[in-house]
């Protein structure tokens, strides 16, 4: 159990029972293994179980690396200036 702890592929929690007791639940964090064999290889694809927090934190990180290097306000305003501002007129 713990090396599944490890690799993230079990999550551990304690709890308290109504006499005080402590003790631990296991929860898998796993969706989905699927094994394929085929013409003497193999191909693993798991799927992991994510957070509704994980899965916001995923979506923000890869929407922030497909962005320009500049931000961008509320209003949708980009605030990059790295290019020419110069008046070529």
């Given at each position: 159990?713990?090396?599944?702890?490890?690799?993230d592929?079990?999550?551990?929690?304690?709890?308290?029972?109504?006499?005080?007791?402590?003790?631990?639940?296991?929860?898998?964090?796993?969706?989905?293994?699927?094994?394929?064999?085929?013409?003497?290889?193999?191909?693993?694809?798991?799927?992991?179980?994510?957070?509704?927090?994980?899965?916001?934190?995923?979506?923000?990180?890869?929407?922030?690396?497909?962005?320009?290097?500049?931000?961008?306000d509320?209003?949708?305003?980009?605030?990059?200036?790295?290019?020419?501002?110069?008046?070529?007129?």
């Amino acid at each position: 159990m713990n090396e599944l702890a490890e690799y993230d592929l079990l999550t551990e929690q304690q709890e308290i029972d109504e006499d005080g007791h402590h003790f631990k639940t296991f929860e898998t964090t796993l969706k989905r293994v699927v094994f394929e064999i085929d013409d003497g290889g193999y191909n693993i694809d798991i799927q992991m179980r994510q957070s509704l927090v994980d899965q916001f934190e995923s979506f923000w990180s890869e929407f922030e690396q497909s962005q320009p290097s500049g931000t961008i306000d509320l209003e949708g305003n980009a605030t990059d200036r790295s290019f020419d501002e110069t008046n070529h007129g």
